[in-house]
């Protein structure tokens, strides 16, 4: 279906009153099928944000889509694009407790350091969390 509309001229980057788009909202399919459709025709725009200015990369980090967190990067997408609170994806993977999609944005160079408006690191966050795995990698990367 997405392939069908796509190509009968549906605009990948339209947005929902929330701002969200397609591509934000293909962050939460696993296969990556749908979000390798429209990251091929929205290739120049994947940056753009919701009204959080949360962009596709920090949905996919939330939601743990590895195959679309690896796509975007690889697309180029900044690992460290903070969204208007301030956070970057790597908060975003620490609050939704995906270690995997962690070590991809820290492969990246996603800044292990990176604190948002009120100063609350990754590393932080992780320790409110409570996840020990997650505190425990996030030091060996130099938190």
Not at 65 to 70: L, Y
Not at 99 to 118: C, K, Q
């Amino acid at each position: 279906m997405t392939r069908l509309l796509l190509e009968r001229g549906a605009d990948p980057l339209h947005h929902d009153r929330n701002g969200l788009t397609a591509l934000h909202w293909a962050a939460l399919e696993r296969t990556g099928a749908v979000a390798q459709l429209i990251i091929q025709k929205a290739a120049p725009n994947l940056e753009k944000i919701d009204e959080n200015g949360l962009s596709a990369l920090h949905h996919a980090a939330y939601w743990g889509n590895r195959r679309m967190v690896s796509r975007l990067l690889k697309m180029g997408c900044d690992p460290n694009r903070r969204s208007h609170a301030g956070w970057c994806p790597i908060h975003q993977a620490v609050h939704g407790g995906h270690l995997e999609i962690i070590d991809l944005l820290l492969d990246r160079g996603a800044d292990v350091n990176a604190s948002e408006h009120i100063g609350i690191p990754p590393l932080r966050l992780a320790l409110t969390m409570g996840n020990q795995v997650i505190i425990d990698r996030l030091l060996e990367a130099g938190a």
